[in-house]
């Protein structure tokens, strides 16, 4: 059954630094989601991607974030400089039409 | 006018009883209300779905109840087991290709044995 896959499973990060958060949707999948979840707490919407452009982000998604297919594969999402706060856990997700099937997520910790 | 409203926040429930979890939103315009199972460290994993042209849908001993008049769901596991026990998330979205999806607070379900 196909899935989407996330590397790496844990990153740790110093604050200010950059990471690279990446994932590989759905083969056939057409829209791609990034979505954080701080520890207890809720799954927030970061960003949707389609056609190799942003078709929505949320407030959180700041000039600090960007995201990018770089090739016919693999989805990123990058920060530019961390801070404490974007410690969580970001799970990427994609869908063909509505149902969106997500990663196992990468847990950021940023010291 | 977004918020997806959840409760209650934690459930114990003994093994075969049944568990309800409730959800409300605001948004008229959400037409798609899918259910997510999350174990530790995974991520959320679509459980089941309905759309508001129907009261209720059944898949095995999950059952999602709709209230459109309301503006509430729930989430109804049959028979609950041990294996269930997972945090357990309702969400709500646009029937529209790649619209975002609108978690509920989420609610931490224990199966007792």
């Known amino acids: 059954e196909p899935e989407v896959t996330q590397t790496p499973s844990h990153q740790v990060t110093q604050m200010g630094q950059e990471v690279i958060l990446r994932c590989v949707p759905i083969s056939n999948h057409l829209y791609f989601y990034w979505y954080r979840q701080i520890l207890g707490q809720k799954v927030e919407f970061l960003v949707s991607f389609y056609n190799n452009e942003i078709s929505e982000k949320s407030e959180i998604f700041d000039d600090q974030f960007s995201v990018e297919r770089p090739d016919g594969s693999n989805f990123t999402l990058k920060i530019r400089s961390t801070k404490l706060e974007d410690s969580a856990m970001y799970f990427c997700a994609s869908s063909g039409k509505n149902e969106q099937f997500f990663g196992p997520g990468t847990r950021l910790t940023v010291l | 006018q977004q918020q997806v409203k959840q409760s209650p926040q934690s459930l114990i429930v003994q093994k075969g009883g049944i568990s309800i979890i409730n959800c409300a939103y605001e948004n008229t315009a959400f037409d798609y209300f899918p259910w997510y199972q999350q174990f530790p460290g995974k991520g959320p994993a679509l459980l089941i779905a309905i759309r508001p042209d129907v009261s209720e849908k059944k898949e095995g001993r999950f059952t999602i109840s709709f209230n459109k008049s309301a503006k509430q769901f729930s989430l109804h596991i049959m028979d609950s087991q041990p294996g269930d026990s997972a945090t357990y998330f309702c969400?709500?979205?646009?029937?529209?290709?790649?619209?975002?999806?609108?978690f509920g607070e989420g609610t931490q379900l224990t199966v007792n044995p």
């Open positions: 969400a709500a979205v646009r029937w529209i290709s790649g619209s975002r999806l609108t």
